[in-house]
């Protein structure tokens, strides 16, 4: 549990809760009956509001234990956030980092009208070096995930700029956006952004009724290291299957991913396939898997329920990333 103490009696009021209407199958984006440990940030001597923002903007210090059991202490509110991987987040609330994750030369394909003058910084490699980093001036660090934080990096960036560490932030994003919104003097807005998701969660569930109710779907990802399938844990699959309540394959229940074959596939036992096509790495791979005699005997492609994805927020980590995704759920299963 992230704890909040102002080191002078100045706290921002605690946020409303949010509108809880999490799907009968909710493990909030981590794994299946799983969460990741929760984010909310308490306060020890909560004042109002107003109080509490001009304190942050007065400089005084605010002090933050992050899920790694690191001590955080900011004086005001950063402006110059580095986050690789949470840009999708950052945006909701309003922010721009001051540079964003890229693989090679493709960023976030989804968010770049929002990025178009940020500066693309190639991670395919790793993390950039603290020379690097300190070519951009952070006055906050943020690591999405603690495998970004092990040999030596945590130490290393702590020394340019207050580093918090996510065990996983794509775990929970309701959470981890909620916890941005803490760290950065930004509550209100995200909260606003949940409580609109939620309510686009429900709408899209009402939309499809029937359609969904009781009925299963499955994730199939091609990428250059194989076949697998998503679970509910992540991405497009916690929208499918935590958000809508759309059960999943015995092939893949309770796991993140798993790899198949395409020996396998007529073993999948969902309505829904959904086929993502992951940064084109699958498309010769998708093409033999079609034209294979298999292919007809998968009982979703039998249904006519097999539809393919190509768009990257499927794999994006972020409410902008989920609610395109359920956009793009509602007029698939509504054609």
């Given at each position: ?138 006055d906050l660090i943020i690591l999405h995930t603690a495998s970004y934080a092990g040999n030596g990096v945590y130490e290393n960036y702590a ?82 299957h935590k958000d809508l309540g759309l059960g999943t394959s015995k092939l893949v229940a309770g796991e993140n991913s798993a790899s198949v ?75």
């Open positions: 549990m992230l704890e909040l103490h102002y080191k002078l009696r100045t706290r921002a009021a605690a946020i409303i809760g949010c509108v809880a209407l999490a799907a009968s199958l909710l493990a909030g984006c981590s794994g299946a009956g799983e969460k990741m440990p929760s984010s909310s940030i308490e306060p020890t001597a909560p004042v109002s509001q107003e109080e509490g923002e001009n304190a942050a903007d007065s400089g005084k210090e605010r002090s933050f234990v992050d899920e790694l059991g690191h001590s955080v202490v900011l004086e005001g509110e950063p402006t110059r956030i580095f986050a690789p991987y949470l840009e999708d987040s950052l945006l909701k609330l309003g922010v721009k980092p001051v540079v964003q994750w890229s693989n090679g030369p493709i960023g976030h394909e989804y968010l770049q009208d929002q990025l178009q003058d940020v500066p693309k910084l190639d991670m395919s490699g790793g993390l950039p070096s603290p020379e690097v980093l300190m070519s951009y001036s952070p020394k340019i700029a207050p580093t918090f560490v996510f065990n996983n932030a794509s775990g929970d994003i309701e959470q981890s956006l909620h916890t941005l919104g803490e760290l950065l003097g930004l509550e209100d807005a995200a909260e606003q952004a949940v409580v609109q998701y939620r309510a686009k969660v429900e709408q899209v569930k009402q939309e499809l009724g029937e359609r969904i109710e009781g009925k299963n779907a499955v994730i199939l990802r091609f990428a250059i290291k194989g076949i697998s399938l998503m679970g509910g844990n992540y991405f497009g699959g916690y929208v499918l074959s395409l020996e396998m596939l007529p073993e999948l036992d969902a309505d829904y396939l959904f086929i993502i096509n992951a940064y084109g790495q699958g498309t010769e791979a998708i093409k033999e898997m079609k034209a294979s005699p298999i292919w007809e005997t998968i009982p979703a492609v039998k249904q006519g329920h097999a539809y393919e994805i190509d768009k990257q927020y499927w794999l994006g980590g972020g409410l902008y990333a989920y609610e395109l995704i359920l956009d793009d759920i509602a007029q698939m299963l509504l054609q």
